[in-house]
Protein backbone atom coordinates (compact mmCIF):
# COMPACT_ATOMS: atom_id res chain seq x y z
CA UNK A 1 0.00 0.00 0.00
CA UNK A 2 1.04 3.41 -0.75
CA UNK A 3 -0.45 6.41 1.12
CA UNK A 4 -0.17 10.57 0.22
CA UNK A 5 1.18 13.92 1.76
CA UNK A 6 -0.07 16.54 -0.75
CA UNK A 7 0.84 19.53 -0.75
CA UNK A 8 -2.16 21.54 -2.61
CA UNK A 9 -2.16 24.81 -3.71
CA UNK A 10 -3.59 28.22 -2.77
CA UNK A 11 -6.89 29.79 -4.55
CA UNK A 12 -7.25 33.09 -5.40
CA UNK A 13 -8.96 34.60 -2.78
CA UNK A 14 -9.65 31.05 -0.54
CA UNK A 15 -6.33 29.23 -0.08
CA UNK A 16 -7.27 25.31 -0.37
CA UNK A 17 -5.71 22.46 1.60
CA UNK A 18 -1.97 22.08 1.41
CA UNK A 19 -2.06 18.41 1.93
CA UNK A 20 -4.79 16.27 0.64
CA UNK A 21 -4.25 13.19 2.94
CA UNK A 22 -5.89 15.73 5.29
CA UNK A 23 -9.18 15.76 3.90
CA UNK A 24 -9.45 12.32 2.32
CA UNK A 25 -7.38 10.54 4.85
CA UNK A 26 -6.88 6.52 3.79
CA UNK A 27 -8.87 7.07 0.62
CA UNK A 28 -5.43 8.38 -1.03
CA UNK A 29 -4.10 4.75 0.12
CA UNK A 30 -3.22 3.09 -3.17
CA UNK A 31 -2.89 -0.52 -3.69
CA UNK A 32 0.29 -0.22 -4.94
CA UNK A 33 4.10 -0.38 -4.29
CA UNK A 34 6.40 2.01 -3.19
CA UNK A 35 8.69 0.82 -6.00
CA UNK A 36 6.32 1.31 -8.65
CA UNK A 37 6.34 4.81 -9.33
CA UNK A 38 4.97 5.08 -12.58
CA UNK A 39 7.31 8.02 -13.31
CA UNK A 40 9.68 6.49 -15.57
CA UNK A 41 9.11 9.70 -18.08
CA UNK A 42 11.38 11.83 -16.09
CA UNK A 43 14.34 10.38 -17.91
CA UNK A 44 17.61 11.85 -16.26
CA UNK A 45 18.63 12.63 -12.88
CA UNK A 46 21.36 14.20 -10.72
CA UNK A 47 23.02 13.77 -7.26
CA UNK A 48 22.80 16.50 -4.72
CA UNK A 49 25.93 17.89 -3.62
CA UNK A 50 25.76 16.38 -0.25
CA UNK A 51 24.89 12.86 -1.50
CA UNK A 52 21.99 12.56 0.32
CA UNK A 53 19.05 13.24 -2.47
CA UNK A 54 18.40 11.95 -6.00
CA UNK A 55 16.77 14.93 -8.46
CA UNK A 56 15.01 13.12 -11.09
CA UNK A 57 13.23 15.00 -14.03
CA UNK A 58 13.12 15.45 -18.11
CA UNK A 59 13.82 18.18 -20.16
CA UNK A 60 11.05 17.30 -22.86
CA UNK A 61 7.24 16.90 -22.88
CA UNK A 62 4.71 18.06 -20.75
CA UNK A 63 6.87 17.64 -17.38
CA UNK A 64 9.78 19.24 -18.98
CA UNK A 65 11.98 21.60 -16.42
CA UNK A 66 12.40 24.96 -18.57
CA UNK A 67 15.02 27.74 -18.18
CA UNK A 68 18.19 28.84 -17.78
CA UNK A 69 21.07 26.38 -17.45
CA UNK A 70 24.12 26.65 -15.48
CA UNK A 71 27.33 23.44 -16.28
CA UNK A 72 24.75 21.83 -18.50
CA UNK A 73 21.71 21.21 -15.90
CA UNK A 74 18.61 23.33 -15.47
CA UNK A 75 18.52 25.77 -12.75
CA UNK A 76 15.54 24.90 -11.28
CA UNK A 77 16.88 21.43 -10.87
CA UNK A 78 20.03 22.48 -9.44
CA UNK A 79 18.15 24.62 -7.04
CA UNK A 80 16.01 21.62 -6.06
CA UNK A 81 19.24 19.82 -5.60
CA UNK A 82 20.67 22.59 -3.36
CA UNK A 83 17.10 23.48 -1.22
CA UNK A 84 16.95 19.77 -0.19
CA UNK A 85 19.98 19.47 1.23
CA UNK A 86 20.20 22.68 2.88
CA UNK A 87 17.12 21.88 4.56
CA UNK A 88 18.64 18.61 5.22
CA UNK A 89 21.40 20.01 7.37
CA UNK A 90 18.31 21.75 9.35
CA UNK A 91 16.36 19.14 10.34
CA UNK A 92 18.45 16.43 10.58
CA UNK A 93 22.16 18.57 11.26
CA UNK A 94 20.99 21.09 13.65
CA UNK A 95 17.30 19.72 15.02
CA UNK A 96 18.62 16.45 15.47
CA UNK A 97 16.01 14.55 13.55
CA UNK A 98 16.39 10.96 12.02
CA UNK A 99 17.01 10.46 8.53
CA UNK A 100 13.83 9.25 6.45
CA UNK A 101 13.87 5.84 6.28
CA UNK A 102 15.54 4.12 3.34
CA UNK A 103 13.48 2.89 0.25
CA UNK A 104 15.52 -0.13 -0.71
CA UNK A 105 17.38 1.94 -2.86
CA UNK A 106 14.92 2.37 -6.09
CA UNK A 107 16.56 4.65 -7.80
CA UNK A 108 19.72 4.23 -6.20
CA UNK A 109 20.39 4.57 -2.36
CA UNK A 110 19.56 8.02 -2.46
CA UNK A 111 16.19 9.78 -0.93
CA UNK A 112 14.27 10.72 -4.22
CA UNK A 113 12.93 13.87 -5.34
CA UNK A 114 11.12 14.17 -8.73
CA UNK A 115 9.61 17.34 -10.47
CA UNK A 116 6.80 16.83 -12.99
CA UNK A 117 3.81 19.71 -13.62
CA UNK A 118 1.45 19.77 -11.26
CA UNK A 119 -0.18 22.30 -13.39
CA UNK A 120 -1.34 24.83 -10.61
CA UNK A 121 -2.91 21.42 -8.89
CA UNK A 122 -0.84 20.86 -6.18
CA UNK A 123 2.65 22.19 -4.73
CA UNK A 124 3.88 18.66 -3.86
CA UNK A 125 3.47 15.40 -3.05
CA UNK A 126 4.88 13.05 -0.23
CA UNK A 127 4.47 9.13 -1.15
CA UNK A 128 4.93 6.69 1.35
CA UNK A 129 4.54 3.02 2.30
CA UNK A 130 1.36 1.82 3.83
CA UNK A 131 0.80 0.88 7.41
CA UNK A 132 2.75 -1.43 9.76
CA UNK A 133 2.05 -3.10 12.78
CA UNK A 134 2.66 -1.26 15.57
CA UNK A 135 4.67 -3.81 17.23
CA UNK A 136 6.49 -4.13 13.79
CA UNK A 137 7.41 -0.60 13.21
CA UNK A 138 10.46 0.86 11.65
CA UNK A 139 9.23 3.59 9.98
CA UNK A 140 7.85 4.22 6.45
CA UNK A 141 10.06 4.25 3.15
CA UNK A 142 8.86 7.70 1.23
CA UNK A 143 9.67 10.07 -1.63
CA UNK A 144 8.36 13.56 -2.73
CA UNK A 145 7.27 15.05 -6.27
CA UNK A 146 7.14 19.02 -6.72
CA UNK A 147 5.75 20.95 -9.23
CA UNK A 148 8.52 21.67 -12.64
CA UNK A 149 8.07 25.41 -12.55
CA UNK A 150 5.36 27.35 -10.30
CA UNK A 151 4.23 29.15 -12.47
CA UNK A 152 0.53 29.12 -12.65
CA UNK A 153 -1.44 32.28 -10.95
CA UNK A 154 -2.97 30.30 -8.09
CA UNK A 155 0.07 29.11 -5.99
CA UNK A 156 0.83 31.93 -3.46
CA UNK A 157 4.06 31.79 -3.62
CA UNK A 158 5.90 30.87 -7.35
CA UNK A 159 8.96 29.81 -9.22
CA UNK A 160 12.13 28.97 -6.90
CA UNK A 161 10.65 30.56 -3.51
CA UNK A 162 7.79 27.87 -4.14
CA UNK A 163 10.06 25.12 -4.71
CA UNK A 164 12.06 25.86 -1.66
CA UNK A 165 9.58 25.82 0.78
CA UNK A 166 7.65 22.95 -0.84
CA UNK A 167 10.96 20.92 -0.32
CA UNK A 168 10.72 22.09 3.26
CA UNK A 169 7.28 21.07 3.97
CA UNK A 170 7.58 17.90 1.89
CA UNK A 171 10.64 16.80 3.22
CA UNK A 172 9.61 17.05 7.14
CA UNK A 173 6.75 14.45 6.37
CA UNK A 174 9.10 11.89 5.33
CA UNK A 175 11.04 12.80 8.40
CA UNK A 176 7.51 12.33 10.41
CA UNK A 177 7.57 9.37 8.65
CA UNK A 178 10.07 7.23 10.36
CA UNK A 179 8.75 8.49 13.74
CA UNK A 180 5.44 7.47 12.79
CA UNK A 181 2.01 6.50 10.51
CA UNK A 182 -1.03 9.33 10.25
CA UNK A 183 -2.97 6.58 10.35
CA UNK A 184 -1.37 4.52 13.40
CA UNK A 185 -4.94 5.31 15.40
CA UNK A 186 -6.85 6.94 13.75
CA UNK A 187 -6.53 9.75 11.07
CA UNK A 188 -6.97 12.31 13.56
CA UNK A 189 -3.13 13.07 14.39
CA UNK A 190 -3.13 14.18 10.27
CA UNK A 191 -3.52 17.77 11.95
CA UNK A 192 -0.09 18.03 13.58
CA UNK A 193 1.72 16.38 10.46
CA UNK A 194 0.39 19.43 8.70
CA UNK A 195 0.89 22.18 11.41
CA UNK A 196 5.06 20.99 11.84
CA UNK A 197 5.34 20.42 8.07
CA UNK A 198 4.21 24.24 7.45
CA UNK A 199 6.16 25.30 11.08
CA UNK A 200 9.17 24.10 9.17
CA UNK A 201 8.89 26.23 5.55
CA UNK A 202 9.50 29.09 8.07
CA UNK A 203 12.28 27.52 10.46
CA UNK A 204 14.24 26.80 6.55
CA UNK A 205 13.08 29.37 4.97
CA UNK A 206 11.90 32.67 7.02
CA UNK A 207 12.50 35.28 4.40
CA UNK A 208 9.45 32.80 2.35
CA UNK A 209 6.02 33.83 3.87
CA UNK A 210 3.80 31.37 1.87
CA UNK A 211 2.09 30.01 4.93
CA UNK A 212 0.51 33.89 5.53
CA UNK A 213 -2.15 33.29 3.27
CA UNK A 214 -3.21 30.18 5.47
CA UNK A 215 -2.99 31.97 8.63
CA UNK A 216 -5.34 35.36 6.94
CA UNK A 217 -7.78 32.48 6.15
CA UNK A 218 -8.20 30.90 9.77
CA UNK A 219 -7.93 34.51 11.04
CA UNK A 220 -10.93 35.54 9.19
CA UNK A 221 -13.38 32.77 10.21
CA UNK A 222 -16.46 33.96 12.08
CA UNK A 223 -15.24 30.99 14.72
CA UNK A 224 -11.38 30.60 14.85
CA UNK A 225 -10.97 27.10 13.77
CA UNK A 226 -9.78 24.20 16.70
CA UNK A 227 -6.66 23.00 16.06
CA UNK A 228 -7.72 19.55 16.71
CA UNK A 229 -10.86 20.42 14.05
CA UNK A 230 -10.78 21.21 10.21
CA UNK A 231 -7.26 19.78 8.05
CA UNK A 232 -8.21 22.24 6.02
CA UNK A 233 -7.56 25.15 8.73
CA UNK A 234 -4.06 22.72 9.85
CA UNK A 235 -1.45 24.49 7.61
CA UNK A 236 -2.72 28.24 8.93
CA UNK A 237 -2.47 26.37 12.63
CA UNK A 238 1.64 26.33 11.92
CA UNK A 239 1.75 29.30 14.10
CA UNK A 240 0.65 27.42 16.98
CA UNK A 241 4.36 25.70 16.20
CA UNK A 242 5.86 28.29 16.32
CA UNK A 243 4.78 29.08 19.96
CA UNK A 244 6.24 26.04 20.84
CA UNK A 245 9.17 27.08 19.30
CA UNK A 246 9.66 30.65 20.62
CA UNK A 247 8.09 29.48 24.13
CA UNK A 248 10.03 26.41 24.91
CA UNK A 249 12.81 26.30 22.26
CA UNK A 250 15.60 23.67 23.01
CA UNK A 251 16.25 22.84 26.61
CA UNK A 252 18.85 19.90 27.84
CA UNK A 253 20.21 19.56 24.15
CA UNK A 254 16.95 18.71 23.17
CA UNK A 255 14.53 20.80 20.73
CA UNK A 256 10.62 20.44 22.05
CA UNK A 257 9.63 19.67 18.42
CA UNK A 258 11.87 16.92 18.35
CA UNK A 259 10.88 15.38 21.92
CA UNK A 260 6.81 15.61 20.70
CA UNK A 261 7.87 13.57 16.99
CA UNK A 262 9.96 11.05 19.49
CA UNK A 263 6.78 10.33 21.54
CA UNK A 264 4.02 10.21 19.08
CA UNK A 265 4.35 6.47 18.08
CA UNK A 266 1.16 4.91 18.56
CA UNK A 267 -0.17 8.01 20.75
CA UNK A 268 -2.94 10.70 20.14
CA UNK A 269 -1.08 13.98 18.99
CA UNK A 270 -3.26 16.00 21.27
CA UNK A 271 -2.55 13.42 24.25
CA UNK A 272 1.26 13.40 23.03
CA UNK A 273 1.77 17.33 23.15
CA UNK A 274 0.03 17.47 26.64
CA UNK A 275 2.62 14.28 27.72
CA UNK A 276 5.18 16.02 26.73
CA UNK A 277 4.77 19.50 27.27
CA UNK A 278 3.56 18.54 30.97
CA UNK A 279 7.05 16.48 31.65
CA UNK A 280 10.45 17.46 32.04
CA UNK A 281 12.29 19.83 30.70
CA UNK A 282 9.19 21.88 29.78
CA UNK A 283 7.27 21.55 33.38
CA UNK A 284 3.92 22.90 31.12
CA UNK A 285 0.88 21.99 29.74
CA UNK A 286 -1.08 22.33 26.54
CA UNK A 287 -3.30 24.54 28.53
CA UNK A 288 -0.36 26.93 28.98
CA UNK A 289 0.75 26.42 25.89
CA UNK A 290 -2.92 27.13 23.76
CA UNK A 291 -3.14 29.99 25.96
CA UNK A 292 -0.24 31.53 24.58
CA UNK A 293 -1.73 30.73 21.46
CA UNK A 294 -4.60 33.01 22.29
CA UNK A 295 -2.55 35.88 23.31
CA UNK A 296 0.33 36.00 20.52
CA UNK A 297 -2.85 35.91 17.95
CA UNK A 298 -4.31 38.86 19.70
CA UNK A 299 -0.76 40.70 18.51
CA UNK A 300 -0.50 41.10 14.70
CA UNK A 301 -0.83 43.46 11.99
CA UNK A 302 -1.56 46.84 13.18
CA UNK A 303 -1.17 45.59 17.06
CA UNK A 304 2.15 43.98 16.30
CA UNK A 305 4.72 44.86 19.39
CA UNK A 306 8.27 45.02 18.21
CA UNK A 307 10.61 42.09 19.18
CA UNK A 308 7.59 40.44 20.98
CA UNK A 309 5.29 37.67 19.94
CA UNK A 310 5.49 36.21 16.31
CA UNK A 311 8.61 37.40 14.21
CA UNK A 312 6.18 38.21 11.36
CA UNK A 313 3.75 39.45 13.40
CA UNK A 314 3.14 42.74 11.77
CA UNK A 315 2.82 41.11 8.24
CA UNK A 316 0.54 39.14 9.86
CA UNK A 317 -3.58 40.06 9.70
CA UNK A 318 -5.70 40.62 12.08
CA UNK A 319 -7.78 37.83 13.85
CA UNK A 320 -11.64 38.87 13.94
CA UNK A 321 -12.84 39.66 16.99
CA UNK A 322 -16.89 39.34 18.59
CA UNK A 323 -17.64 42.76 19.88
CA UNK A 324 -19.92 43.48 22.66
CA UNK A 325 -20.65 47.02 23.82
CA UNK A 326 -20.27 47.65 27.72
CA UNK A 327 -23.72 49.69 29.42
CA UNK A 328 -22.99 53.12 30.20
CA UNK A 329 -22.30 52.82 34.17
CA UNK A 330 -20.12 49.70 33.24
CA UNK A 331 -21.58 47.68 35.89
CA UNK A 332 -24.20 44.67 34.66
CA UNK A 333 -24.98 41.66 34.51
CA UNK A 334 -21.75 39.23 33.78
CA UNK A 335 -20.81 38.06 30.14
CA UNK A 336 -21.06 34.59 30.05
CA UNK A 337 -19.20 32.31 27.18
CA UNK A 338 -18.95 28.65 26.84
CA UNK A 339 -15.50 27.41 25.08
CA UNK A 340 -14.94 23.61 23.01
CA UNK A 341 -12.48 21.36 24.09
CA UNK A 342 -9.25 23.13 22.72
CA UNK A 343 -11.12 26.12 21.32
CA UNK A 344 -9.82 29.50 21.54
CA UNK A 345 -11.90 32.67 21.20
CA UNK A 346 -11.49 36.51 20.99
CA UNK A 347 -14.01 38.94 22.40
CA UNK A 348 -13.86 42.83 22.28
CA UNK A 349 -15.58 45.08 24.84
CA UNK A 350 -15.70 48.72 23.36
CA UNK A 351 -16.23 51.26 26.25
CA UNK A 352 -18.76 54.03 26.17
CA UNK A 353 -17.55 56.70 27.78
CA UNK A 354 -14.41 57.74 29.44
CA UNK A 355 -14.52 55.31 32.49
CA UNK A 356 -12.49 53.66 35.66
CA UNK A 357 -13.18 50.29 36.28
CA UNK A 358 -12.48 47.02 37.36
CA UNK A 359 -12.73 43.46 35.70
CA UNK A 360 -12.30 39.84 36.62
CA UNK A 361 -13.16 36.56 34.86
CA UNK A 362 -14.85 33.67 37.16
CA UNK A 363 -15.67 30.22 37.39
CA UNK A 364 -12.26 29.57 35.33
CA UNK A 365 -11.28 25.55 35.77
CA UNK A 366 -7.33 24.81 35.90
CA UNK A 367 -7.68 23.90 32.37
CA UNK A 368 -8.74 27.20 30.81
CA UNK A 369 -6.74 30.53 30.39
CA UNK A 370 -7.91 34.34 29.53
CA UNK A 371 -5.72 37.80 29.30
CA UNK A 372 -7.15 41.06 29.22
CA UNK A 373 -5.26 43.47 26.75
CA UNK A 374 -6.06 47.42 26.30
CA UNK A 375 -5.95 48.98 22.85
CA UNK A 376 -6.07 52.56 22.86
CA UNK A 377 -6.19 54.63 19.55
CA UNK A 378 -3.45 54.93 18.28
CA UNK A 379 -1.31 53.52 21.29
CA UNK A 380 0.94 50.40 21.78
CA UNK A 381 -1.39 47.28 22.92
CA UNK A 382 -0.73 46.81 26.42
CA UNK A 383 -1.38 43.08 27.82
CA UNK A 384 -3.01 44.02 31.36
CA UNK A 385 -2.80 40.67 32.69
CA UNK A 386 -3.77 37.08 32.76
CA UNK A 387 -7.74 37.11 33.30
CA UNK A 388 -9.08 35.14 36.95
CA UNK A 389 -11.13 35.91 39.83
CA UNK A 390 -9.15 39.20 41.48
CA UNK A 391 -9.83 42.42 40.01
CA UNK A 392 -8.08 43.83 37.38
CA UNK A 393 -7.98 48.12 37.37
CA UNK A 394 -8.85 49.38 33.59
CA UNK A 395 -8.31 53.49 34.64
CA UNK A 396 -8.83 56.27 32.08
CA UNK A 397 -10.72 54.30 29.18
CA UNK A 398 -11.75 56.35 26.92
CA UNK A 399 -14.52 55.46 24.66
CA UNK A 400 -12.22 55.24 21.41
CA UNK A 401 -10.35 52.51 23.51
CA UNK A 402 -11.04 48.76 23.46
CA UNK A 403 -10.42 45.86 25.90
CA UNK A 404 -9.69 42.68 23.91
CA UNK A 405 -10.08 38.80 25.88
CA UNK A 406 -8.39 36.24 24.29
CA UNK A 407 -9.52 32.61 25.91
CA UNK A 408 -8.60 29.27 25.18
CA UNK A 409 -9.55 25.73 26.91
CA UNK A 410 -7.27 23.78 27.18
CA UNK A 411 -9.49 20.71 28.59
CA UNK A 412 -9.31 17.46 25.77
CA UNK A 413 -13.06 16.57 26.68
CA UNK A 414 -15.32 19.37 28.19
CA UNK A 415 -16.62 22.34 27.37
CA UNK A 416 -16.03 24.96 29.58
CA UNK A 417 -17.88 28.38 31.00
CA UNK A 418 -16.48 31.76 31.67
CA UNK A 419 -18.06 34.75 33.25
CA UNK A 420 -16.91 38.35 32.48
CA UNK A 421 -17.51 40.71 35.56
CA UNK A 422 -17.37 44.37 35.14
CA UNK A 423 -17.12 46.67 37.78
CA UNK A 424 -17.63 50.33 37.42
CA UNK A 425 -18.47 51.01 41.41
CA UNK A 426 -16.90 50.69 44.44
CA UNK A 427 -15.46 47.38 45.54
CA UNK A 428 -14.34 46.19 48.54
CA UNK A 429 -10.73 46.78 49.28
CA UNK A 430 -9.02 43.94 51.32
CA UNK A 431 -5.23 44.11 51.20
CA UNK A 432 -4.30 40.94 49.23
CA UNK A 433 -1.99 39.45 46.37
CA UNK A 434 -4.28 38.63 43.81
CA UNK A 435 -1.93 36.67 41.22
CA UNK A 436 1.53 36.22 40.80
CA UNK A 437 2.29 35.40 37.24
CA UNK A 438 3.85 33.78 35.40
CA UNK A 439 3.82 30.88 38.02
CA UNK A 440 6.03 28.89 37.34
CA UNK A 441 8.56 31.35 35.85
CA UNK A 442 11.21 30.15 33.46
CA UNK A 443 15.03 31.13 34.13
CA UNK A 444 15.02 33.12 31.07
CA UNK A 445 12.33 35.53 32.21
CA UNK A 446 13.44 38.47 34.44
CA UNK A 447 10.29 39.87 35.39
CA UNK A 448 7.06 38.77 37.00
CA UNK A 449 3.49 40.26 37.32
CA UNK A 450 1.94 41.68 40.26
CA UNK A 451 -1.58 42.24 40.86
CA UNK A 452 -2.68 43.53 44.33
CA UNK A 453 -5.37 45.38 46.10
CA UNK A 454 -4.53 47.73 48.93
CA UNK A 455 -6.69 49.37 51.84
CA UNK A 456 -4.44 52.11 52.45
CA UNK A 457 -2.21 54.42 50.91
CA UNK A 458 1.22 53.88 51.91
CA UNK A 459 5.15 53.33 50.62
CA UNK A 460 5.76 49.74 49.63
CA UNK A 461 8.46 47.55 50.26
CA UNK A 462 8.63 44.56 48.10
CA UNK A 463 11.33 41.83 49.09
CA UNK A 464 11.88 38.27 47.61
CA UNK A 465 13.37 35.57 49.91
CA UNK A 466 14.71 32.09 48.78
CA UNK A 467 13.51 28.84 50.17
CA UNK A 468 16.59 29.46 52.83
CA UNK A 469 15.16 32.62 54.22
CA UNK A 470 17.95 34.50 52.38
CA UNK A 471 17.17 37.74 50.99
CA UNK A 472 18.00 38.52 46.94
CA UNK A 473 16.02 41.14 46.14
CA UNK A 474 14.79 44.33 48.11
CA UNK A 475 13.17 47.48 46.37
CA UNK A 476 10.79 50.72 47.86
CA UNK A 477 8.27 51.08 45.05
CA UNK A 478 6.32 53.79 45.57
CA UNK A 479 3.32 55.80 47.54
CA UNK A 480 0.44 54.40 46.26
CA UNK A 481 -3.23 55.19 46.80
CA UNK A 482 -5.74 52.63 48.22
CA UNK A 483 -7.45 50.68 45.46
CA UNK A 484 -6.89 47.88 42.92
CA UNK A 485 -3.07 48.26 41.69
CA UNK A 486 -0.60 45.76 39.35
CA UNK A 487 2.97 46.22 38.57
CA UNK A 488 5.73 44.35 36.78
CA UNK A 489 9.19 43.29 39.04
CA UNK A 490 12.10 42.99 37.20
CA UNK A 491 14.39 40.50 38.82
CA UNK A 492 17.51 39.61 39.19
CA UNK A 493 19.09 37.90 36.41
CA UNK A 494 19.97 34.36 36.77
CA UNK A 495 17.64 33.59 39.77
CA UNK A 496 18.59 29.67 40.14
CA UNK A 497 15.62 27.44 39.64
CA UNK A 498 13.35 26.53 43.29
CA UNK A 499 11.31 28.13 45.40
CA UNK A 500 10.86 31.95 46.31
CA UNK A 501 9.14 33.94 48.72
CA UNK A 502 7.99 37.69 47.28
CA UNK A 503 6.62 39.81 50.43
CA UNK A 504 4.99 43.03 50.33
CA UNK A 505 5.01 45.50 53.13
CA UNK A 506 2.63 48.85 53.48
CA UNK A 507 2.48 49.51 56.82
CA UNK A 508 1.79 47.66 59.28
CA UNK A 509 0.44 44.97 56.32
CA UNK A 510 2.58 41.97 55.20
CA UNK A 511 0.90 40.55 51.89
CA UNK A 512 3.37 37.30 51.25
CA UNK A 513 2.96 34.68 47.57
CA UNK A 514 5.32 31.80 47.09
CA UNK A 515 6.64 31.64 43.13
CA UNK A 516 8.77 28.84 41.36
CA UNK A 517 11.54 29.58 39.07
CA UNK A 518 12.13 26.66 36.53
CA UNK A 519 15.25 26.07 33.83
Not at 316 to 322: G, K, T, Y
Request: proline share 6%; charged share 15%; hydrophobic share 40%.
Amino acid sequence: MIGILATQVLAQFHPAQKCGLGSSGPALLKSSKILSRDLDFLDESIVSPSGHFRIHFTRTGTHAVVGSESVGIPEFVQAAAISADSVYSIIVGELGFTPPPSDGQVDGPESDIYIKNWNGAYYGMTYFDGYQDLTTFTGYASYLVVDNDYVEPNYATSGLEALKVTIAHEFFHMVQLAYAHPGELSWDNLNWYEISSTWMEEICYPEIDDYHAYVEDNFRQVNFPDINGSSAYSYGHCIFAQILDIEYGSRNGQHIMLDIWENLHGNNAIENLDAVLSGSPWNSSLTDALGQYALYNIFTGSRALTGQYYPDAADLPEIRLASYDLPLDISGPPFEFSVRPLQTMYKKFTVPTLSDFVVKGTNLSSNQRAYLVRVGNGEPPILKGALSNYWIPCEQMYSDDILILPIANGDKEETRSISIVFEGGIIDLDDTIQALWPNPLLQSQETIHLNMILSKSGPLVMTIFDIKGRQIFRTLAFNDVEGVHEMDIQLPPNLSSGLYFLQVRSGATRLNQKFTVVK
